[in-house]
């Protein structure tokens, strides 16, 4: 079963670009990466695009569907209607390299900004441990397969570029929360997140979780978490005195 499927993909670069229109085969089973490659052997042989496993596991291939940030290899064709034009652009947070390409090194930026792991001084590496309850913990947020649709989805930086210095994003907000709830990790996280990873500007709209293909509950789970850790230290003032005399 196969039919002729009608798409509008973006192509341009750094200098501008606009959709093409192009009609596809489509057959069944497969998701949209499939259709992109057909397009590159049949039609467009220079059309740029990332991915590497097509499993949904190594977060190359993140794009806009239809306007919705998603993995090109995980939306299978057959969630539209045969009839319908589907609609394939760059995740638009990021600098457009080439066609479906974007470059997302602002994440890697903002990732070097998070302090290691820091464990007591006076444990050797195998001497560490701790509680099943808190493994599961940082077990969510180890899902991430960094595929930053989050980082693309959140209103804080998709249309401001003036906020990504400011404003680290749910992917490494959720990394300064695991390491903070991490209970062998002495470095002293809620500072941090709040004055050096814009955790305030996070209003907690939630769309980074709903966009998340790991299904990991970022807001719920680390981002809320954090915040309320903030305001015990900010606003509570047993805990403010308490850590002005005896700062860990
Ligand atoms: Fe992707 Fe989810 Fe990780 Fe964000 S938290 S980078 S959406 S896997
Ligand atoms: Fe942005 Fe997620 Fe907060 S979308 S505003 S980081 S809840
Ligand atoms: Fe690896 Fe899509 S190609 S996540």
Known sequence: MSYQGKFRVWRGDDSGGGLEDFTVEVNEGEVVLDIIHRLQATQTPDLAVRWNCKAGKCGSCSAEINGRPRLLCMTRMSIFDE??????????????????????????TKAREVPSFTPPKDLAPGEYRMQQVDVERSQE???????????????????????????SGPRFLMRVAELEMHPLDTADRVDQAQDDHGLGLCNITKCCSEVCPEHIHITDNALIPMKERVADRKYDPIVWLGNKLFKR
């Open 141 to 167: 947020f180890r899902k991430c397969i960094e595929c930053f649709l989050c980082q693309n989805t959140c209103h804080v930086v998709r249309d401001h570029e003036e906020n990504k210095e400011a404003f």
């Open 83 to 108: 009839s319908e034009t589907i609609t394939v652009t760059p995740m638009r947070t990021f600098p457009i390299i080439r066609d479906l390409v974007t470059d997302v090194s602002f994440n890697y």
